[in-house]
Nanobody
């Protein structure tokens, strides 16, 4: 069973940067995709960015040009570099992994707070 652990969240001022990291453990895996979702208070969970095992990336419109996702298939890690953060980026961020049928494993989430 996949276990996902996120790190790197915290409090940052508007315009600042944070880097989130996630490591998958519990076995040997081949993930079709790895990604980051977020959920702000009172809102639905939304996809922030994802990357396939071939390196194809997809970003939410709200973060294009500011966030960059990367992964290391050998180490089963996925990182999210977040630059020029805005108060609207405040949310709990979740690491997730996908098989061929979609995202099916989730981390516990990590808080990112951007102050204005």
């Amino acid at each position: 069973q996949v276990q996902l652990e996120e790190s790197g969240g915290g409090l940052v001022q508007s315009g600042g940067s944070l880097r989130l990291s996630c490591v998958a453990s519990g076995g040997i895996f081949i993930f079709y995709a790895m990604g980051w979702y977020r959920q702000a208070p009172g809102k639905q969970r939304e996809l922030v960015a994802e990357i396939t095992n071939e390196g194809v990336t997809n970003y939410a419109d709200a973060v294009k040009g500011r966030f960059a996702i990367s992964r290391d298939n050998a180490l089963n890690t996925v990182d999210l570099q977040m630059n020029n953060l805005k108060p609207d980026d405040t949310a709990v961020y979740y690491c997730a992994t996908a098989g061929t049928l979609g995202y099916d494993s989730w981390g516990q989430g990590i808080q990112v707070t951007v102050s204005s």
